[in-house]
């Protein structure tokens, strides 16, 4: 299987569900049950002697991923153990977790690395009732993945569980080019390169990773662009206002995941399918614009959320673009960010969260001296350069 596969993979993971009795030293288990399954999404229901796995009819927030409930009816302790075939090369973890309002359970996710349960993620100080990431996984050669949900409360939504191929990842000080107009220039000595999804030829993104470049390709995933070769595919409902200044856009209510799943998931195989390793989703940040649509936060974070999932279920690299508001709530989905002006508008700290986690930043100033913010740029690891708004070629990095 290639990094580039779009095979998940979950096609036979084997989920056992164990009722945990608390008791001193090594807790008994009892109440085996077992189910197989073919979805990313586990489906079925099996139920055990007081551990259960149930649908979640009744769980909030309605019209979310079909998933499965983890409980135990008396809020005891209880233990779920999946097991994923050996995997041939290096994978993530995709999970998503939901807790109902008010739940006061404790949970935690544990992985079998080396011989030991190491912890993943745990709801210890977190007062959201929602939680998702990408987990890079130590995988030892030919043993399969294992991966344990240990928890004591009322219920535990467990929206998605998945392993998939590992993209590229860049760290903080990434060098990098972004050109999205004119003729591809592709000797420019960068570790990355952002192009078009649509316009670069596959010729250009093969020279490239000849050259032993990555390759991002943008796309708008937040407006309609009246210039797409598949602009006829986005219905009427979802288009909104115009974009200010950007003829011939308008912004898409990104609510209707259920009208725009299908052509963002065509991008994304179009992105696959041209070698791209990572994407660039653009104007994920409607919520906080004129948009013509009532779009609330929430709605942004489903959305953006749903996007990094269909990312990484491709082996796709995903960057948050702009969208600062919810840099500390999106980071752990996200492997690197995108910004224009943090500079200018004095925005810049709300990137540090990718920093923080080893992520590159990559970011653009379309006025000023260099001088002025490439020093500081530098200090902070973002990987900054000075443009002109047409994306070009031309382009003056910050270097250190």
Not at 7 to 21: C, E, G, H, N
Not at 288 to 311: S, V
């Amino acid at each position: 299987m290639t990094s580039r596969s779009a095979a998940v993979l979950a096609a036979s993971i084997l989920l056992t569900i164990l009722l945990v009795v608390p008791v001193a030293g090594e807790a008994a288990e009892t109440g085996e049950a077992t189910v197989r399954g073919a979805m990313t999404l586990l489906s079925g229901a099996v139920s055990g002697d007081g551990a259960t796995l149930a649908r979640r009819d009744n769980f909030e927030p309605a019209g979310a991923a079909a998933g499965h409930v983890l409980a135990d009816p008396e809020g005891g302790r209880f233990l779920a153990r999946f097991t994923f075939p050996a995997p041939d090369e290096e994978v993530d973890l995709l999970l998503a977790l939901r807790a109902p309002a008010g739940d006061q359970g404790r949970w935690r996710v544990e992985v079998r690395q080396g011989g030991a349960w190491v912890r993943l993620w745990s709801n210890a100080r977190r007062t959201s009732v929602w939680w998702g990431g990408s987990f890079p996984l130590t995988v030892d050669p030919g043993e399969p993945v294992v991966v344990r949900v240990v928890g004591r409360g009322a219920a535990l939504a467990l929206d998605r569980l998945a392993l998939a191929p590992a993209p590229w990842r860049p760290v903080p000080g990434t060098t990098w080019q972004w050109q999205l107009s004119g003729r591809i220039v592709t000797s420019i000595d960068v570790a990355m390169y952002d192009v078009d999804l649509v316009e670069t030829p596959v010729a250009v993104i093969e020279s490239l990773h000849r050259a032993g470049r990555a390759v991002v390709c943008y796309f708008s995933a937040g407006s309609w662009e009246d210039w797409r070769p598949d602009q006829g595919a986005f219905p009427e409902a979802v288009k909104g206002k115009a974009l200010s200044g950007w003829p011939g856009e308008r912004w898409l209510d990104v609510r209707r995941l259920d009208l725009l799943a299908p052509v963002m998931e065509a991008r994304l195989d179009l992105a696959v399918a041209r070698g791209c390793d990572g994407v660039e989703p653009d104007n994920v940040d409607g919520y906080d614009n004129d948009t013509g649509f009532p779009l609330t936060a929430a709605d942004q974070i489903r959305y953006n959320t749903w996007l990094a999932e269909r990312a990484h279920e491709r082996g796709l690299s995903v960057g948050l673009k702009n969208d600062l508001g919810q840099v500390r709530a999106l980071e752990p989905l996200f492997d690197w960010a995108l910004n224009e002006q943090c500079f200018e508008y004095d925005e810049c700290p709300a990137l540090f969260p990718f920093v923080s986690a080893g992520k590159a930043v990559f970011g653009v100033e379309y006025r000023g001296d260099p001088g002025s913010f490439c020093p500081q740029a530098v200090e902070w690891g973002f990987s900054w350069l000075r443009k002109r708004p047409a994306l070009g070629a031309w382009a003056i990095p910050c270097a250190g």
